[in-house]
């Protein structure tokens, strides 16, 4: 692990150096991902506020979230036929549970919940009927659905969420777009396989500060906002600084210090290597 972070190190120094068009070309990745970690974040902190503070749970239908400008609010809604809002949770961008607020004022939808609950209701039935058999399912994960609309971009986002501590879960994760009508224009599965990462472990008696996983050419070269996602929700509790996606065409770096992400050609990481070699091979003569 040490020789690894010692490379990735040296690669990052040198994509200052004129290799900044594949990073750059990889940020609206970026802003998505970071896109459905406010989404996420805000569901985990607003499912326990509302638990909390909401005692008929019979009534509870569901939840999604959402980014309001420089809110990020979870909705709670009823089981009813026609549901209503029954709870609302703000956060600001500290997501900071004490300064929250929490509205359980029952209400109807606006204008853009309704969507979000609309695409979020056919992805869940899409997942539940699995008609096509897009969908796979392990014991101990749980399917969690992202409805995300990002101007005229309508999608679902349905990543997979461990039920055991001390594992990440990269894969098994899929795309839903719609068109305007709400109606399903695309399904797509984004890895083709699950990739459960533990973390909390040590090698050689030392903590692993990072880790990585490859992407099929189907997956794409680039890191995926769902992984990008996943980083930003479990990198604190795995004490990570970086963690690696490799590609055929791409090392992508995310840096789990500061949520950013450098992309390297690997041509430029096989020109290193090479160069790593004639030295060794100077060195021993």
């Not at 010692?6 to 970026?30: M, R």
């Not at 309001?68 to 089981?79: G, L, P, Q, R």
């Not at 996606?245 to 290597?273: A, F, G, H, Q």
Request: charged share 25%; aromatic share 10%.
């Amino acid at each position: 692990m040490n020789k690894t972070l010692t490379i990735i190190l040296t690669l990052i120094t040198l994509s200052v150096f004129g290799q900044k068009k594949p990073t750059e070309e990889a940020q609206p990745i970026v802003a998505e991902g970071k896109l459905l970690y406010k989404s996420e974040i805000a569901s985990w902190y607003g499912t326990d506020l509302f638990l909390e503070n909401y005692k008929n749970r019979e009534n509870i239908g569901g939840y999604f979230s959402y980014t309001d400008n420089d809110a990020t609010k979870c909705i709670f809604f009823s089981k009813a036929e026609n549901p209503k809002v029954i709870g609302t949770i703000s956060f600001d961008s500290t997501y900071n549970v004490k300064t929250a607020n929490i509205d359980l004022t029952e209400r109807d939808f606006t204008q853009s919940e309704k969507d979000l609950f609309q695409i979020r209701t056919i992805a869940l039935e899409e997942l539940n009927t699995n008609s096509d058999g897009l969908f796979k399912f392990y014991q101990y994960t749980n399917p969690n659905i992202i409805p995300l609309i990002n101007g005229q971009e309508k999608k679902v986002y349905i990543l997979t969420g461990p039920q055991q501590s001390g594992v990440v879960i990269f894969g098994n994760d899929y795309l839903l777009t719609f068109d305007k009508n709400n109606k399903i224009l695309t399904k797509k599965q984004l890895h083709k396989n699950i990739i459960p990462i533990e973390y909390g472990n040590t090698e050689n008696e030392k903590e692993v500060v990072g880790a990585m996983h490859s992407h099929l050419p189907e997956t794409g070269d680039f890191i995926t906002a769902t992984d990008i996602c996943t980083l930003m929700l479990y990198e604190k509790f795995a004490k990570w600084k970086t963690y690696n996606v490799v590609s055929e065409k791409y090392l992508n770096t995310w840096n789990c210090e500061t949520d950013e992400l450098t992309v390297i050609p690997m041509k430029t990481i096989d020109k290193i290597n090479k160069d790593q070699e004639k030295r060794k091979k100077k060195k021993n003569k």
